[in-house]
């Protein structure tokens, strides 16, 4: 199970829990460790007693490190000065949660932690690459709350979406404003723990001592009291007119909105507040009220909200009488929701009254299927459709969340002096005792990684694959990653001997069962170039037949296309790594046959792809090798003669080249080295120019025109001086 950090905008302890302190509840019970780090401010300080009596706690709790607060759950209550994320204050503020976050990754020994966001800022505190992977979840529009920095977090939370693996919001219009800036998007709606609210049908629940003394229906409401959210005035209209009903208010007044005042209820003796009450006993609060209130106003807050106690005041039995926000309107089956207007509220509530609301039974199915545990088991299926979980079983190894943790432990440290030591002997022509000595030491530390990358390096120099193959197998199994895998694959200057030593090499890599898909695939990949390299038949065969299983297992798993794992680990690039491997492959075979097919194929697989499904740079680095690929498609739709096909394929060019121009895009365009953007702009433009009509079969391009792109499939830009590279094969293909 995982490590989460998760990153909230309110203190565990605070009287009212929301979705912070739930779900950081409800992921403890589904087996992973929490990490709750409080509140680090999006706002600055008021002078009040209640940010008064909040900073001191913090001062007192910030001098220690992590408390245990339940099973699986920690809280952090790093020191910083809320709201402040520029200059000496922000450097601090950095400073200081950083070194807190350290504490606790020494004494929790995190290992590979997610981070759970629903803070707009975190940027401005966390290295998010440090990750192995960042959910923000959007429960509501901070910024519309008073007092909030609002141009700096409207620019802060757009960022944070753009860059985030993925992104969950709770209400309608939260999804549609934020969900397009980000390929993992999911709208889920709001919650409540069923279970605890639930308490409320108990039919020995006993009263609270300070129930107000009445004998008239009892209406309630839970929660903070905020002139910004809440409708005061059609409230107090409300009250002025209905003597005959007792209101009951729990929670604090003017938490959010200092703004908030409300003395002028104390005027209705059947009005009572009674303050923030325990956790514990809300539900027998609840149990002895007629109706439950949600009286909202609609503004640019509300209309963004989805409300928790909605569902609570569901859960718990009681009728709901609510302002008809948009996140409401599909409940209207289980609530009686109305315009915030004194008239329609009165209406609704006498309704209520006379029990001609919806039914209970229909209200408690309806609070079952919205509780924190099931939506937070559905959130963490989606992040592992899109690969963003951990790998199960966790690696004994994996890295911790501070990497020197790793660089500078013990184990690391002696590895690599003793590596020095080899290399001395090595320069005295020591190599085989070197070897010996190196295999002695992992007989006493069979484990470590640094020493058995070592000795993988030198069987695969030596020719012994096999034992280089169970030695990298052995390494990802201990550490969850392989870097000297990667090296290899990545890297070709650290490959060992000549191409057919490579190839023999990869031949033996591609084999294994154990090794991830990624891994193994990209070893197919390799040694399949590899043996176009070296011109070897059998080799390119046996390559094209192992990139077909790959193939077969990718387009298999709808996961495929909407993986959010990084380049290297995204199951979308390579599928169409694999893909235009096969068809470039096949193209070193001159196999007509089976190159028209691979087109086909192809061609049906860029028709599922959707850019804005995947990582925004995987996406953007694999724009070459798609369009690579569908030259090829489209270069077989003309030897085929098939203009409908050529057609259908230069459209599918031109809608992935505009795709790469999207916005979306931008960022990871300007850092990367290729313009990719650049070719595919060139690339389809060549194809444009070569369409032709079945009606005008004389039309058909001839063979000079398709010889820039065929180019383009081989070289990474234009390279006219080796055309006859791109004009062999397109002869090789024959006439019609």
Known sequence: MADIVLLATSDWDHPLWTNKQHVACALAELGHRVLYVDSLGVRGPRVDRSDSGRILKRLLRGLCGPRKVRPGVWVLSPLVLPGRTRGWAGFLNHWSFNLSLLVADCLLDLRRPLLWTFNPLTRAYLRLSRFHAVVYLCVDRIQAQPGMPVQALEAAERDLCTVANALFTTSPQLQASLGPLNAGSHGFGNVADAAHFGQALLEDLPRPVDWPATKGPVLIFIGAIDAYKLDLHMLEALMERTPHWTYLFIGPVGETDPSTNVSSWQRFPHVHQVGPRAYASLPAYLAHADVALLPLQLNDYTRHMY??????????????????????????????????????????????????????????????????????????????????????????????????????????????????????????????????????????????????????????AQGDNREGCRLIERIWEEDGKAEVLHQLLFRRGSRPGSRIDQLAMFDVLASSTALPMHYAGYCRVVRTYRAIDAKDVAALRRGVQGLEMILSELEADPDTYRCLKPNRENRAKLLISAQLTRLRALMALKDTVALQQASLELLASARRYDPFAIDRTTATRMTRNIMRSL??????????????????????????????????????????????RGFADEVVTMLNACRWSSAQRLSRPSLEQLVDPVLLVYFPNLRRARAEKAESFLQSLGSV
Request: proline residues 6%.
């Open 631 to 676: 030259t090829i498609a489209a270069v077989m739709a003309w030897h085929a003669d098939d203009p409908q096909c050529f057609d259908v394929v230069v459209n599918e060019m031109e809608r992935l080249r505009q795709a790469c121009h999207a916005d979306r895009f931008d960022v990871i365009s300007a850092k990367t080295h290729e313009d990719h």
């Open 307 to 460: 409300p928790m106690k909605f569902f609570e005041y569901l859960s718990a039995g009681r009728p709901v009488v609510a302002t008809a926000i948009p996140s409401l309107r599909d409940q209207g089956d289980v609530a009686l929701l109305c315009q915030p207007e004194v008239s329609a509220f009165e209406a609704a509530i006498e309704q209520a009254l006379a029990g001609e609301g919806p039914a209970l039974e229909r209200r408690l199915e309806r609070a079952q299927r919205h509780t924190y545990q099931t939506r937070t088991k559905a959130m963490l299926d989606r992040l592992s459709q899109h690969g963003l979980m951990p790998d199960e079983p966790f690696a004994p190894q994996a890295p911790p969340y501070h990497r020197f943790r790793h660089q500078w432990s013990r184990a690391q440290v002696f590895a690599q002096l003793r590596l020095a030591l080899l290399g001395v002997l090595e320069r005295l022509d020591q190599t085989a005792r070197a070897e010996c000595w190196l295999r002695r030491w992992l007989v006493r530390e069979p484990s470590n990684i640094v020493l058995l990358s070592d000795l993988a390096r030198r069987r695969f």
